[in-house]
């Protein structure tokens, strides 16, 4: 597994924005070989999406692109075309989250791509499937966080509903769809048939509030907003300390509520008829808070993650992001990599949390636009000569500097 256990597996990548590249991204670090296929001129349209950029390259771009290949090709064209034709006949799988019906325009079905291939497993994710009255309407993961309970369920119930700080419902369609592909790829070397894999935000926004539904489906409640608290749990939730606020759960085993109040110097709560369960204690959520936060605020922060950790209740500090990267667990965990890039030289980014033994070999970093025009070019069996013609016509382009 030297190269990583996809090694061997070649993608083609029509996808942009955040969960589509994402998805080929973890494709990409686990071994296999992406090649992005872009448009002449911009590309990816995360390439200019700002506010941040190192050196003219956008950092959301940066962020979700890298391991892999990118070559420029005009799709207008008939040269294109058939330059596209080409790569998937040497390809495994073929990823876009095009809106419903854009890839049919583009001769780029299921069946058209089997035509050239049957080997190809097509995969595509989209904003809602391609079916019911929003059928061809495109999907961000903020409308997505709306539109199926998200937003209504995050919050304070005295506030506006709140979307989630992440991008939550862009990054488990990337992770669900990858899934999937691996699931067809199994598939066709079990049966010699590639199945077409495909999935919606809509669809992932659902599974996402899977226990949130299973309550709805099954007692008509429907969620509202409770903070950091939970509808289902208690003592579940961020409380107020000397210095910031501490995370823990104490609903664990029987007596879990009992360890929990002693450990905070009131013992006496436990003994509280409205506190008697975890029902009783949900339903009392604000008294409970109150009666806690009168004991946590005496402590700065690390102290009762100390506490509460020796105790096996599952705790912790509620953290900025940047605190949370340049933390002692990050660091021991080596989440934050140096990635290789031909123009930074290098930049610092979050690895893969997926941890193989033997590991994958170190990702590259994004590539830039048409960095690997040429190269991908050549594999196809172009000569130099027919390469730099293409480039001439605008068939295909690549960045400037790299040779011909």
């Not at 975890?278 to 808070?289: E, G, I, K, T, W």
Request: negative net charge; glycine residues 12%.
């Amino acid at each position: 597994m030297a190269d990583g256990p996809l090694a061997g597996v070649r993608v083609i990548d029509m996808t942009m924005y955040v969960s589509g590249p994402l998805c080929t991204q973890l494709l990409a670090e686990l071994g296999a070989e992406v090649i992005k296929v872009e448009r002449p001129s911009s590309g990816d349209v995360y390439r200019v999406q700002g506010p941040d950029f190192i050196h003219g390259q956008s950092v959301s771009f940066l962020a979700v692109n890298k391991g892999k290949k990118s070559i420029v090709v005009d799709l207008k064209q008939d040269e294109g075309r058939a330059i596209l034709s080409d790569l998937l006949r040497t390809a495994d799988v073929f990823v876009h989250n095009f809106k419903p019906g854009t890839a049919e325009r583009l001769g780029l079905g299921k069946t058209d791509v089997a035509a050239v291939s049957p080997r190809v497993v097509w995969a595509a994710l989209s904003g809602y499937g391609g079916v019911g009255p929003r059928a061809n309407d495109g999907g961000y993961d903020l409308v997505m966080q709306g539109e199926f309970g998200l937003m209504e369920a995050t919050g304070h119930p005295d506030r506006p509903p709140a979307k989630a700080g992440f991008a939550v419902i862009d990054i488990d369609s990337g992770a669900v769809l990858a899934v999937g592909i691996l699931a067809a790829l199994h598939e066709r070397d079990r049966t010699g048939v590639a199945p077409a894999v495909e999935s919606s935000l809509y669809e992932i926004a659902a599974s996402m509030g899977l226990i949130l539904a299973e309550r709805y489906l099954a007692t008509g409640k429907e969620p509202v907003r409770m903070g950091s608290a939970s509808s289902l749990f208690s003592p579940y939730e961020a409380y107020q300390t000397a210095d910031g606020y501490v995370t823990v759960g104490a609903t664990g085993p029987p007596g879990a509520f009992g360890v929990f109040c002693r450990a905070i110097g009131a013992p006496e709560l436990a003994e509280r008829l409205e506190y008697r369960d975890n029902a009783a204690r949900v339903a009392h959520q604000d008294r409970l808070r109150a009666d806690v936060e009168e004991h946590t605020r005496k402590r700065p922060t690390e102290e009762w993650v100390s506490v509460f950790t020796e105790l096996g209740m599952p705790s912790g500090a509620i953290r900025s992001i940047g605190a949370a990267l340049e933390s002692e667990q990050t660091r021991a965990s080596r989440i934050v990599v140096d990635v290789a890039h031909s123009s930074l030289g290098t930049y610092r980014t979050v690895r893969n949390p997926i941890r193989l033994d033997p590991p994958c070999p170190p990702t590259r970093g994004a590539p830039l636009l048409g960095e690997h025009t040429v190269e991908v070019l050549a594999g196809l069996g172009r000569t130099r000569e027919e390469i730099a013609a293409l480039l001439d016509r605008g068939v295909v382009g690549t960045f400037e500097g790299s040779s011909r």
